[in-house]
């Protein structure tokens, strides 16, 4: 067995360096978020955005109340009545949606229209059948998996037929039960088993495609009937859950499969609680939070943890959201939040911004690590963690939610309390490598340890008691490395081969091992404070 220096002269190495981040029941982010602020009045000719969407080609499309902008990432470029020549009836853009043709369709307060982009002109449009939809307000646009195109206004709902070449227009009829359950139009969307749902003022109706009529689902059933519900905004997940926004209840949940609704109560009182409040748009991000715009900031939250967090503009801190009136979320294809306020323009949150719980030092020993500075972070197969700090042994059961501690002057006998590296083996052994005190295994059933020091009158013992890697190969052989040479545990014979602590040994300049990793070709690669060796096991 021998080691091969590597030359990285002129080689750029990159250094991957992963934090892993735990999650406790206390805020849901310490650290604020840096907004972005993007455009101006100047550009965009208004101070408001009520809508983004991001199309095929990678173009953002925002609706404002004085036209509508593609945004490249660079510039604007702002599309209105007046560089139309009219055939934009109104600047008020209410709806984008771009369906399977690549047909940018534009609600507006005056009617539908659609976008042409070869003459990147904006169209009205124009149908000479029967029930044409009027020159009302578009509150949404939406494509099915069957290519129709759904279209909600204040006066009804329309379904387009673009094959057939047909309108079919549906209004509520109080004599029938099987009519829409109310005439303005929310929202529009599909459930996993491509059932369409429509979001009205009063309650969610679902199409019968057999009979061409719906079942509805009227906001009063289960909840708080003497208060007044009107839903205000929607979000249509994968998990068959449809997330409302409802006047004076807050954030509720319709459980597809269930039918049932739930209302989740938040955490703030007064001004700041949901209940007086009104969501404007629900989103839900790839990570599964939940971002409501309200009238009084930005609301993320980890419905799963039930952590709640509103994020406010601060008029001296120029990365604060630009304004507490959030009109519209999206997040974009490469994972960047962009968010429309009524009054602060536009702003990015790029997806660089990680979100952190901050977990430190405090008296509660369940609740707190017991120390700021943290070595190694080691997860087990049950996703508990065990964490190395300058004090001890962290571990954090996943199940109970607590810390417990094995530090030194405890039974424990840890003789040096600052641990560097930490790594459970197939065997079920927890390992840790202390920065003074030696290489010890934690016995996880039975809660003993054992510990291996340098012995100076045995050559097998361990070669240095300060520990900074420890390390199992594909061929479950446990390699360690310490400040003076590399280690090689004997399970049969609970002793050590040692490597590279020889001073005959001229090709390794350094016996000070840092790092030890195993790539594909099952190749061993160390890393020393003088360069980089490939160890020959052969």
Known sequence: MKFIKINIKGRIVKVLLIFVFFSLYLSLYTQDLKFEHIGNSNELRSHSVNLIIQDKKGFLWLGTPRGLARYDGYNFKLLNKK??????????????????????????????????????????????????IPSIRINNIYEDEKKRLWVGTNRGLFKLNKERNSIKK???????????????????????????????????????????????????????????????????????????????????????NKSQYRVYKDPFSGQKSLKNNMIFSINQDSRSYLW??????????????????????????????????????????????????????????????????????GDNESENINSNTVLSIYEDKF??????????????????????????????????NYLGSIYGDDKKNLWIGTGGGGLKKFNVKKKIFETFIRDSNNFKSISNNS???????SNKTLWIGTNFGLNKFNYNDNDFMRYGTLRSNKIL?????LDIFEDSDKTLWIGTYMGLYIFDRD
């Open 83 to 132: 560089n139309q020549n009219g055939s934009l009836y109104s600047d008020y853009i209410s709806a984008i949606f771009e369906d399977s043709s690549d047909i940018l369709w534009i609600g507006t307060r005056k009617g539908l229209h659609f976008y042409n982009s070869k003459t990147e002109k904006i169209n009205f449009f124009i149908f000479k059948g029967k029930n044409k």
């Open 170 to 256: 549906f209004i509520l009829n109080n004599l029938d039960k099987k009519s829409i359950l109310d005439n303005v139009i929310g929202g529009i969307g599909e459930d996993k088993e491509h059932n369409v749902w429509i979001i009205t003022m009063n309650g969610l109706s679902k199409f019968n495609e057999k009979n061409n009529d719906f079942n509805n689902f009227p906001l009063n059933n289960g909840i708080d009937k003497k208060k007044t519900k009107r839903s205000t905004s929607y979000y249509i997940n994968h998990n068959n859950e449809i997330w409302l926004g409802v006047s004076n209840h807050g954030l509720m949940k319709f459980d597809i």
């Open 383 to 416: 996703e508990n963690l065990w964490i190395g700090t300058d004090n001890g042994l962290n571990y954090w059961n996943n199940k109970e939610k607590k810390f417990f501690y094995f530090k030194d002057k405890t039974n424990y006998n840890f003789t040096n």
């Open 292 to 361: 409501l715009s309200t009238i009084n900031g930005l609301f993320i939250v980890d419905i799963k943890n039930n952590k709640w967090k509103i994020y406010k503009h601060s008029p001296g801190d120029t990365h604060s959201i630009s304004h507490n009136y959030i009109w519209t979320t999206f997040e974009d294809k490469n994972n960047n939040f962009w968010i429309g306020t009524l009054g602060g323009s536009l702003n990015k949150l790029g997806r660089n911004n990680v979100f952190f719980n901050h977990i430190i030092k």
């Open 509 to 513: 300049k350094s016996r000070h091992i």
């Open 467 to 473: 520990i900074n890697k420890i390390f199992e190969d």
